[in-house]
């Protein structure tokens, strides 16, 4: 089983900042990949951002240039630094993470959700 601690959601006015960690516990290794999803009313669960297990970034077109993926050297948190937010990007940011990616053996996990809710 894996546990998810996410943080760092909340309300900001256009053009804010806000940083999203997500830290993995329980039957986590390192060998995995991590990343954002997500989800405003009305529409399905949308990728944010991704971090490979060997450090790949991968951003959506509506974030680039805004948002930045990163993540701890035990590659068991993953940090979402988000800036120049727009009200478009008011949603529930999931994190989750892929143990054994790439594999027959590769399983996803979910975070709870935080809200991020832009607005002035």
């Known amino acids: 089983q894996v546990q998810f601690l996410e943080s760092g959601g909340g309300l900001v006015q256009p053009g804010g900042s806000l940083r999203l960690s997500c830290a993995a516990s329980?039957?986590?290794?390192?060998?995995?990949?991590m990343g954002w999803y997500r989800q405003d009313p009305g529409n399905q669960r949308a990728l944010v951002a991704s971090?490979?297990?060997?450090?790949?970034?991968n951003y959506a077109d509506s974030v680039k240039g805004r948002f930045t993926i990163s993540r701890d050297n035990a590659r068991t948190t993953v940090y979402l630094q988000m800036n120049g937010l727009k009200p478009e990007d008011t949603a529930v940011y999931y994190c989750?993470?892929?143990?054994?990616?790439?594999?027959?053996?590769?399983?996803?996990?979910w975070g709870q959700g935080t809200q991020v809710t832009v607005s002035s």
């Open positions: 989750y993470i892929d143990l054994r990616p790439g594999t027959v053996w590769s399983r996803r996990y």
């Open positions: 971090i490979t297990y060997g450090g790949i970034t």
């Open positions: 329980g039957s986590v290794s390192s060998f995995n990949a």
